[in-house]
């Protein structure tokens, strides 16, 4: 079973990443999607490759992914559907929710996990990814957060549609409310999925000159990153920031513009597949990690670069 968030009448696209962990070990996946609209949403997760069936909770109740009614839904439909394993994204909403099903199930939560080896044993990162821990579990029943950019999202279009299912009525607790957010619009593609991302670093120096990098990655169509060194400059807005406590990105291509290559930024990029660095010091070390390096100062570079590209 996979917990899909609801994001008003579509769908949080990690789910499609946490669909593929799923069916390593299940040729058929249940998706589970709950809120006001999810009755909507589910017609594109039913056209999902994998999934089977996908259990709809139409309630407002369940908007904004509150961990303790949405978990308490998990709970029951874990129960009536007997399933072993529960997947979601490693989302803020993932891990916010799963925990707290674990809990109620009795199990111990296994978070993040880029690899699966068998329906008991999980791979995952530990200590900003310098190592890898292979953990097992004895739990009958296993609760499971996907790092996204470690499994390929499911494709839409499969050609029958999964079935469709009313979700029980539950009777949770409102111990939560949800007040309001404020989410910092963008026209640039999302962070953590897009296939390019431009990301600068304290040598920008101000939010004036971190307009050198939106300019750049409106030119490649990439998503604007950071280091926390710039966001914790106000540089830029903290949503931007890439590492252990930002963004986890893989993409095709990610520039590292002014940024050093401390280890908790290497761990929300260093599974991209291209990754090119621009950093006057020779010695920094983003270009151990780098397939492409180019020594020079940011503000003589980066204008030259606009131009030809
Ligand atoms: P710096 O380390 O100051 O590097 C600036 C670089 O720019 C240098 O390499 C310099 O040579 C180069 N430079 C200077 N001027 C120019 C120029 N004109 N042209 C070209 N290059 C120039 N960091 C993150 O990024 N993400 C995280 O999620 C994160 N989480 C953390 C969690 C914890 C618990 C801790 C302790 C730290 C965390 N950090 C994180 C901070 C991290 O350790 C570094 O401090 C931070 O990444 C440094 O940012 P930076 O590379 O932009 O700055």
């Not at 917990?3 to 962990?21: H, Q, R, W």
């Not at 979601?88 to 707290?100: E, I, L, Q, T």
Request: charged share 25%; aromatic share 4%; glycine share 6%.
């Amino acid at each position: 079973m996979v917990y899909v968030e609801s994001k008003g009448s579509s769908f949080d696209e990690g789910a499609l990443n946490a669909i593929t962990a799923a069916r390593k070990l299940s040729d058929s996946v249940t998706a589970v999607i709950a809120g006001s609209e999810a009755d909507v949403a589910a017609k594109a997760l039913a056209k999902i490759e994998g999934v089977d069936k996908v259990v709809i909770a139409k309630d407002s109740a369940y908007d904004h992914a509150l961990p303790e009614t949405t978990a308490s839904l998990l709970k029951a439909l874990q129960e009536k559907e007997n399933v072993s394993h529960i997947f979601a994204a490693h989302s803020a909403a993932g891990k916010n929710v799963m925990p707290r099903l674990a809990a109620l199930l009795d199990s111990q939560q296994i978070s993040d996990i880029i690899a699966i080896e068998g329906e008991d044993t999980f791979v995952r990162p530990v200590y900003a990814g310098n190592a890898i821990a292979t953990v097992k579990t004895s739990d009958p029943i296993k609760v499971i957060t996907v790092r996204t950019s470690s499994f390929p999202a499911a494709a839409s279009g499969s050609s029958a549609a999964a079935s469709e299912e009313q979700a029980p009525a539950v009777d949770a607790q409102a111990l939560s409310k949800w007040v309001k957010e404020d989410v910092a619009k963008s026209d640039r593609p999302d962070l953590s999925s897009a296939k390019r991302v431009v990301s600068g670093g304290r040598a920008v120096k101000s939010a004036e000159g971190f307009q050198i990098i939106y300019e750049l990655a409106d030119k490649l169509g990439a998503a604007v990153g950071a280091s926390r060194a710039a966001v914790d400059a106000g540089y830029c807005d903290n949503s931007l920031q890439v590492g252990q406590t930002g963004r986890i990105v893989a993409p095709d291509l990610y520039i590292a513009i002014g940024i050093s290559g401390a280890i908790q930024h290497l761990a929300g990029m260093k599974d991209s597949k291209v990754i090119v660095a621009i950093n006057k010091d020779a010695d920094a070390p983003i270009f151990q990690i780098a397939d492409y390096g180019l020594v020079g100062d940011l503000f003589t570079v980066l204008p030259e670069l606009k131009e030809k590209l």
